[in-house]
């Protein structure tokens, strides 16, 4: 069996954004809080792992929503050194032909298992050695508003600046790991390292791509390489590596990497579509399960399904788990989260009441306004099927007007429906907010346009507290859908549904007629009177999904395919 001790020295997992806890900022969404649950198992497995990230002494952004709904992004400081510790090292990067400085801290991710510990290096250039446009470089998470050549400043720290520090730090790297596009500038610095012997830097590197959108994938004029990294390696042989038109942080890190995946098996599809040619494997997202557990049901789980921290598996013998038992624990949570937004939003929500999340990054591919496509719809469940009501989060990244214009749309629609459905809208989306609803809602809402959900983990965490799905077969959902049984489909199946055919408006339509039409005939109806099949697919999501779902078999996926291969 492979084990950590076919690793010839340390696994380096590189990523730009990290969730590790809530009050360190170093994380915006999916991305980051994906990092830190994958970290976190590689600490209960006890990998010989070290995480590369970057700072952000400045956080991400703060949301403050106005009363109609308009974000105002502030920035969002956490004390760095009560978190971390200064660590006594320096390199220097070169960025618009200077050398800028870049120093580093340490947080140690100690798991509460097994003991074992992996450290995050968090990159840092506020320092006084350097200028002060390039004590800015590593504040803020993906600098918003500071344009492009602080975003590739950025990744030459995380890449050239990371792969120095570790040397420096002593570190025997085995296998390098980006994660994400952003840290592909490392094989740069390997292949200087390796008189520029491609094959010598593939042996080193993998790579996971994220993003099924093709701009999404982060690209850089040569101007601006030329200005920025300057000739750090021949432009002529950048251009061999990447692309002719551009840098492309996804062809660089696929043609210098042994093994590339994407997120889940629709990703995959998707990934070797935009990318032909390249070998792009699947391994399906998860996350860690004794994080996001709300408290009630690890008593459940703790009587039921033995052993299951250390080994999520286990969590097949949740279908023993009593009607009673499941239904009171839901109760408990629930009450938590009703609340929790009764009094940090002043609303007036009943836990009685069938309701429904909705909480992502607010932005116009995730369709949050979907479900008010037709008030009248809305309007008439509600008012003759049965109550329900709506729980919303999510930033929009700033600068992202379509983000959030949707924001203000579900202020809108909620101001509309105020006399039929109660909707309201959480400010300042964290990770404690995230655990909050996707330990405590009923129905967990996830209706992006396909195919551009690459997988999704929120419906993960819910499925973990015994929370059903209702979304569009995208994502992770194809593979974690049974219908009636997981939870609820919203439109086609994905062999039916053509996304590149299909108009947008169209999919709108269908998506929003199917999504009421689920619940007009199954979803209300079945909350209110048919608890015991209610409660049967609370179980499911537990025993069929949570064996599978986690970032510990993910990482356990990573080591056999992907670092040991
Ligand atoms: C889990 C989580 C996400 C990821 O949600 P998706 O379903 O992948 O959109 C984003 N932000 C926070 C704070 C989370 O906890």
Redesign the pocket.
Same mark, same amino acid.
């Given at each position: 069996m492979v084990s950590a001790d076919n690793l010839d020295g340390q696994i380096a997992y590189y990523t730009m954004e990290i969730?590790i806890e809530n009050d360190v900022k170093t %994380? &915006?969404?999916?991305l #980051? =809080?994906?990092a830190g649950d994958t970290i976190r198992s590689f600490a209960d497995m006890g990998l010989p792992a070290v995480c590369v990230s970057q700072v952000n002494e400045n956080g991400y952004c703060k949301q403050i929503l106005e009363e109609d709904g308009t974000q105002v992004s502030e920035e969002d400081p956490w004390p760095v050194e009560e978190y971390c510790e200064e660590l006594d090292v320096e390199v220097t990067v070169p960025i618009y032909g200077r050398d800028v400085t870049v120093t580093a801290w340490q947080y140690d991710v100690v798991s509460e298992k097994s003991g074992e510990t992996v450290p995050i290096i968090y990159l840092d250039t506020n320092v006084e050695s350097n200028d002060p446009d390039a004590q800015e470089y590593t504040k803020r998470l993906y600098s918003p508003g500071y344009g492009e050549d602080h975003q590739l400043a950025q990744e030459i720290i995380l890449g050239i600046g990371g792969t120095r520090i570790l040397d420096e730090l002593g570190y025997e790297v085995d296998v390098y790991h980006m994660n994400e596009g952003h840290a592909a500038l490392l094989t740069l610095e390997l292949l200087k390292r390796n008189d520029m012997d491609p094959e010598a830097v593939r042996e080193q590197c993998v790579f996971t791509t994220h993003t099924p959108v093709e701009a999404g994938h982060d690209q850089f004029d040569w101007d601006l390489v030329n200005e920025v990294l300057g000739e750090f390696v021949p432009q002529e042989t950048l251009k061999e590596y990447s692309r002719e038109q551009d840098l492309h942080m996804t062809y660089l890190a696929l043609n210098l990497s042994r093994y590339a995946n994407s997120v889940a098996k629709k990703h995959q599809e998707v990934s070797r579509n935009m990318f032909p040619g390249y070998d792009i494997d699947a391994i399906t997202n998860g =996350?860690h399960v004794p994080f996001w557990v709300g408290e009630d049901f690890i008593d459940v789980y703790d009587e039921y399904t033995e052993g299951w921290q250390e080994n999520p598996y286990k969590l097949k013998h949740a279908s023993v788990i009593p009607d009673d038992d499941i239904w009171e624990a839901h109760q408990s949570q629930k009450e938590d989260l009703i609340e929790y937004v009764n009094e940090h939003e002043g609303a007036d929500m009943d836990p009685d009441v069938l309701t429904i999340g909705f909480?992502?990054?607010a932005t116009a591919y !995730?369709r949050a306004d979907l479900l008010f496509y037709n008030h009248e719809r809305l309007r008439h469940i509600a008012e003759t099927v049965g109550e329900f009501q709506i729980i919303f989060a999510g930033k929009a990244f700033p600068g992202d007007e379509d983000g959030a214009g949707n924001i203000r749309e579900i202020f809108h629609n909620a101001w509309e429906l105020n006399d039929a459905v109660n909707v309201e809208y959480i400010e300042d %989306?964290?990770?404690d =907010? #995230? $655990?909050l609803l996707?330990q405590g809602v009923d129905v967990w809402l996830?209706n992006p346009r396909r195919p551009l959900?690459a997988? #999704?983990? &929120? #419906?993960m !965490?819910a499925a973990y507290n015994g929370i059903p799905q209702f979304g569009t077969l995208d $994502?992770w959902w194809v593979e974690g859908h049974i219908e009636n049984e997981t939870g609820w489909k919203i439109g086609p199946e994905p062999e039916e549904s053509k996304p590149d055919e299909t108009p947008a408006e169209e999919e709108d339509r269908t998506d929003a007629m199917d999504l009421y039409d689920q619940l007009e005939n199954t979803i209300v109806p079945m909350y209110y009177n048919d608890r015991e099949k209610w409660i049967d697919i609370m179980r499911n999501t537990m025993a069929f999904n949570g064996p599978y779902y986690h970032t510990r078999r993910m990482s356990r996926e990573y080591l056999e395919d992907a670092y040991t291969q």
């Open positions: 969730g %994380y &915006s969404g999916g #980051g =809080v994906l =996350v909480a992502r990054r !995730k %989306y964290d990770m =907010v #995230g $655990g996707t996830n959900e997988c #999704g983990t &929120s #419906g !965490k $994502g």
